[in-house]
């Protein structure tokens, strides 16, 4: 069992902790998660990659005896060894500065920014944030900051988290209906071992959830193809994303989007069959003569 005790001065050390990954930008990969968002792209050298989808690359292929019980390299490495059961993505914040292109030579360099414990209605938590620099030929495209939570396994008789109402009436609307197959194929494009997104009888019996997580990454970037779809022309210079509440996949979910008057600025969020708000984004786009 790991201990919910939290050494924040320990944990602090790791601010700092660097780490660098290359992954060449190929279009079978990149077909392969069109594929999964049900896409009809063609991609050709020199393609620029659509927003937030260099997620499926970068990822490091950890050896099998190097895994923790939950399916994550075990704590320790790059991370911080935060020795709380539950981890999640909890947000992120990224520009866009350049195209990442297709059969691009790419490189991303990691450093862990702030390590930060609280006390929430559900117990202890640990937020990680750790910034990303993609860079290629030495030309800076993607810069991200990337929020994880740690947290404690739910007490008996601890209250449950007041859910929050999602906004009304958006311009557009997508019903997405998650199944196994969607998670599979989505963790298998971005090498995730964490057990919670396929794995029906570890994330019910053991970490307590209703069924099998779907990703916040996952959610962030069908978040961003809404807008793509309604705005095929338009370019993104920056989108931001806060994990609400969780989606699973014992229902259906919806992906919402209200674009601003000016046109410059696109409210995305995605919301649970019962209206409550699951994901909350915001997405900046260039001016025409940018």
């Not at 490091?60 to 923790?68: C, D, I, P």
């Not at 030929?137 to 988290?161: K, L």
């Not at 570890?202 to 978040?223: D, F, R, S």
């Not at 994303?241 to 989606?247: D, I, K, P, Q, W």
Request: aromatic share 8%; with cysteine.
């Amino acid at each position: 069992m790991i201990s919910d005790a939290l050494d924040t001065s320990l944990l602090q050390q790791w601010i700092g902790s660097t780490e660098t990954a290359s992954a060449r930008i190929d279009a079978r990969t990149a077909a392969a998660l069109a594929a999964t968002l049900d896409r009809d792209f063609s991609f050709s050298s020199g393609t620029a990659l659509p927003p937030l989808w260099h997620w499926i690359f970068f990822w490091t292929a950890a050896a099998q005896s190097e895994l923790g019980a939950d399916g994550h390299p075990q704590r320790g490495g790059f991370l911080p060894p935060v020795p709380l059961p539950r981890r999640m993505w909890a947000g992120g914040r990224l520009t866009f500065s350049a195209p990442l292109p297709v059969d691009a030579e790419a490189t991303r360099t990691s450093v862990v920014k702030s390590v930060v414990a609280k006390t929430g209605v559900t117990g202890n938590l640990a937020f990680v944030t750790v910034k990303h620099e993609i860079a290629h030929n030495e030309t800076v495209c993607v810069t991200e900051e990337h929020d994880i939570v740690y947290r404690a396994m739910p007490q008996p008789g601890a209250p449950t988290p007041v859910a929050k109402p999602a906004p009304s009436d958006p311009a557009w609307r997508r019903l997405v209906t998650p199944d196994p197959v969607l998670l599979f194929r989505y963790s298998a494009l971005t090498f995730n071992g964490h057990r919670i997104h396929y794995d029906r009888s570890y994330v019910t019996a053991v970490e307590g959830y209703p069924g099998l997580i779907v990703h916040g990454p996952l959610i962030a970037t069908l978040l961003a193809d809404l807008l793509q779809r309604h705005l095929p022309e338009a370019r993104m210079t920056s989108f931001s994303f806060r994990a609400v509440g969780t989606l699973f996949d014992t229902e259906p979910f919806t992906l919402c989007g209200q674009p601003d008057d000016d046109g410059l600025k696109v409210s995305l969020w995605a919301q649970n069959m019962r209206g409550e708000l699951a994901m909350q984004a915001e997405a900046i786009l260039a001016r025409d003569e940018e």
